[in-house]
């Protein structure tokens, strides 16, 4: 199965740093839809908006329901989980195999997403007034516990788990880091971590755990490893086309990064 992962869209009602975010993300969308056939969903790992406003908010759902898919929202560092709820109906539990193409939610927060392969589990990093992150403590629990009828899971989260070596974003990272290590190694589960937060591509291992995280649909972040002021650069933006295979009872998770924005000039070699 497949599914569309996206993050850090900062939707703005202005131009953002020369970025017009709201055609970003309608340009996002349109390519999905003629490049991504068969994704059963889409997740966005947060920061949907710049600034949080009924306004944002409405553009940003009014694209994503254009997906045609169940779209999941989570909530960022600039975002307001409360404002979200206007326009982003909340939900604890969802079936994947439950949303027929009649009954399809146009967009959900759930805690948990229950699909044929495997189990996604939403953490909700946002701390009010502050960049920095922290996994709650019943979302800690979640984790702790495990997933049901021997499923692995996948945790989909804001900030990354993980020091990226950019000092000023490390700064505002995942303040209780070593709590979710211990319930992902109390838990034995899980199969992998995508997030956002960085606004760069970045994959690798933590705590043997793969993590993906996507840069930004709208403006990255300069790769700078020293000082403490944020500088910010004009890259390509994209998204990830994940691809989820069971062999053997073990998952096989491939997540292919679709650049949007670059000339479709397809040739043959």
């Known amino acids: 199965m497949k599914f569309i992962h996206l993050t850090d869209t900062h939707l703005a009602l202005e131009p953002l740093y020369g970025i017009d975010t709201r055609e970003r993300l309608e340009r996002l969308a349109a390519h999905v839809r003629s490049r991504a056939d068969g994704a059963a969903f889409a997740v ?3 920061d949907l908006v710049n600034r949080a406003s009924p306004k944002a908010y409405g553009a ?3 694209i994503l329901r254009g997906l045609d898919m169940p779209v999941f929202v989570l ?17 604890s539990e969802v079936d994947l195999c439950g949303l027929t193409e009649g009954k399809r939610p146009a967009l959900l927060a759930p805690q948990l997403l229950r699909t044929p392969l495997f189990e996604a589990v939403f953490l909700n990093t946002h701390q009010d ?10 979302d800690l629990a979640r984790v702790r516990e495990g997933g049901r009828e021997g499923r692995p899971r996948l945790l989909f989260m804001h900030h990354a788990p993980f020091a990226s070596g950019i000092a000023a974003m490390d ?7 070593h709590e979710l290590r211990e319930a992902i190694e109390a838990a034995a589960d899980v199969a992998g971590i995508f997030c956002g937060h960085l606004h760069r591509t970045m994959t690798g291992l933590w705590a043997g755990i793969p993590v993906w ?11 700078e490893l020293r000082g403490a002021v944020m500088k910010g650069v004009l890259e390509a933006p994209e998204y990830a086309l994940v691809e989820v295979r069971c062999d053997c009872g ?3 998770v491939l997540s292919q990064t679709m650049r949007f924005t ?5 040739f043959c070699l």
């Open 44 to 46: 966005v790992t947060g």
């Open 60 to 62: 940003a759902a009014e």
């Open 75 to 91: 909530a960022g560092n600039h975002d307001d989980p409360q404002l979200m709820q206007e326009f982003f109906a909340p939900a």
């Open 129 to 138: 007034a502050a960049p920095s992150g922290r996994v709650r403590a019943d």
């Open 171 to 177: 700064a505002a990272g995942l303040e209780n880091a």
């Open 213 to 223: 995280c996507l840069r930004s649909t709208a403006h990255a972040v300069a790769p």
């Open 250 to 252: 073990k998952l096989t």
């Open 262 to 266: 670059e000339p479709d000039a397809c």
